[in-house]
């Protein structure tokens, strides 16, 4: 794709995106016209549609932004084509879609601005989304979903549960990927979780969730769920794991539930026989916020390449919290207080380990600037999506 439609392109979005109600104004206006030309795909979506709308936003924002680097959009919509199959879209559906968008952009912007020159870079654009998603969606042969029963449910705070399910059939998956789960209170809505456990034959899978405030399906997995209970779960997503034809030593950083996949990470490591050397921190606002550290403090034990660091912002549990704080085991590290981040860099800059971040948003990039303050290169950092 050629400079000037990349620049018709972002120059085009950026005047919906930054006038006042254009991004929302932009998906209202996309979603009526799928819907008015293709009825039928008012299915594919869940009864609210805010989700939605911000997801597609997010999706064309950052092909738009990343429009001349194909290295970096390209396998991001293969990605996204492979995951869609769980919606059960198929391929006239990305030329609706297609259309609902050029006619949204054309009909916000007017003729003056929609020339034939930026009709003909949109419809490139457009052009190119849809066949990269087509292609990887029709040549993947895995399901598009698995069926999993619910066999436990464990509240282990308030707020965070492990949900351990039997699925219909195995599932191969990386340690450390992530999937997305759709359960029987919320129909067609779907949220990314990371498995805490490695893939094995006989099925089994388990989850770590926090709930969300607002969040409309982590309230229903943390709250409501059964034994017996059927999910859905999509085929996985996602590159974090640990590249085994490197020996560089690691660091793992984890807040709260974002421990899931650097745990599953750790448990396959551990039925190796060679291991680079681990560095793992795990943190939370209050000590009871490692729910999972006595799991933590087993592995370091019979697994010397690995150091479990503890770190909490506060030094006590809150008030409403009233089973005792756990102890260090003999030869653990003690638990360390302050934020993440700020702990992690005050150690130095780790320029020698492959840095792995999972958790928030907002603590991924506030530990990844700490880091990146503290000199550490930034082609050492990786994150997925948060859990």
């Given amino acids: 794709m050629d400079s000037t439609t990349v620049s018709l392109v972002q120059t085009t979005f950026?005047?919906?995106?930054?006038?006042?109600?254009?991004?929302?104004?932009?998906?209202?206006?996309?979603?009526?016209?799928?819907?008015?030309?293709?009825p039928e795909t008012r299915e594919l979506f869940p009864a609210s549609m805010d989700v939605s709308r911000q997801r597609l936003l997010q999706a064309i924002g950052y092909v738009v932004?990343?429009?001349?680097?194909?290295?970096?959009?390209?396998?991001?919509?293969?990605?996204?084509?492979?995951?869609?199959?769980?919606?059960?879209?198929?391929?006239?559906h990305y030329t609706a879609v297609g259309n609902a968008v050029l006619d949204a952009l054309q009909s916000f912007t007017g003729n003056q601005i929609w020339t034939v020159e930026v009709d003909e870079a949109w419809r490139q654009t457009i052009a190119l989304i849809s066949a990269t998603m087509?292609?990887?969606?029709?040549?993947?042969?895995?399901?598009?979903?698995?069926?999993?029963?619910?066999?436990?449910?464990?509240?282990?705070?308030?707020?965070?549960?492990?949900?351990?399910?039997?699925?219909?059939?195995?599932?191969?998956y990386g340690a450390g990927q992530y999937v997305s789960v759709s359960v029987p209170g919320r129909p067609r809505m779907w949220r990314y979780l990371s498995p805490a456990i490695p893939s094995n034959p006989q099925g089994q899978i388990e989850f770590h969730v926090r709930q969300v405030s607002g969040g409309w399906v982590s309230p229903a997995i943390v709250g409501q769920t059964s034994p017996g209970?059927?999910?859905?779960?999509?085929?996985?997503?996602?590159?974090?794991?640990?590249?085994r034809t490197d020996d560089r030593d690691m660091v793992m950083i984890a807040s709260g539930t974002g421990?899931?996949?650097?745990?599953?990470?750790?448990?396959?490591m551990a039925m190796r026989g060679s291991?680079?050397?681990?560095?793992?921190?795990?943190?939370?606002?209050?000590?009871?916020?490692?729910?999972?550290?006595?799991?933590?403090?087993?592995?370091?034990?019979?697994?010397p390449w690995l150091t479990v660091v503890p770190v909490?912002?506060?030094?006590?549990?809150?008030?409403?919290?009233?089973?005792?704080?756990?102890?260090?085991?003999?030869?653990?590290?003690?638990?360390?207080?302050?934020?993440?981040?700020?702990?992690?860099?005050?150690?130095?800059?780790?320029?020698?380990?492959?840095?792995?971040?999972?958790?928030?948003?907002?603590?991924?990039?506030t530990t990844k600037f700490r880091l990146l303050a503290a000199g550490t290169p930034a082609e050492c950092i990786r994150y997925d999506p948060p859990s």
């Fill in 312 to 365: 909490s912002e506060e030094a006590e549990n809150p008030w409403w919290h009233t089973e005792p704080v756990p102890e260090s085991p003999p030869g653990m590290h003690q638990r360390l207080i302050g934020k993440v981040g700020q702990v992690v860099s005050g150690f130095g800059t780790w320029a020698d380990r492959d840095i792995q971040i999972v958790g928030s948003t907002s603590m991924v990039q």
């Fill in 229 to 243: 209970d059927k999910w859905s779960i999509s085929a996985p997503l996602g590159a974090l794991g640990v590249d």
């Fill in 259 to 268: 421990i899931a996949p650097l745990r599953a990470q750790l448990m396959e």
């Fill in 65 to 92: 932004d990343k429009l001349d680097t194909p290295r970096r959009i390209l396998p991001f919509l293969e990605q996204l084509g492979r995951d869609h199959r769980k919606y059960g879209v198929k391929d006239a």
């Fill in 14 to 38: 950026k005047i919906v995106t930054s006038a006042e109600d254009g991004p929302a104004q932009l998906t209202r206006d996309i979603f009526a016209n799928l819907f008015a030309a293709s």
């Fill in 275 to 303: 291991n680079p050397r681990v560095h793992l921190f795990v943190a939370g606002t209050y000590p009871c916020d490692l729910y999972d550290i006595e799991t933590l403090w087993q592995l370091s034990m019979t697994n």
């Fill in 134 to 172: 087509m292609g990887a969606a029709n040549s993947e042969s895995r399901p598009s979903t698995w069926t999993g029963t619910v066999v436990e449910h464990k509240q282990v705070l308030r707020d965070v549960a492990v949900v351990r399910l039997q699925l219909d059939q195995p599932m191969e």
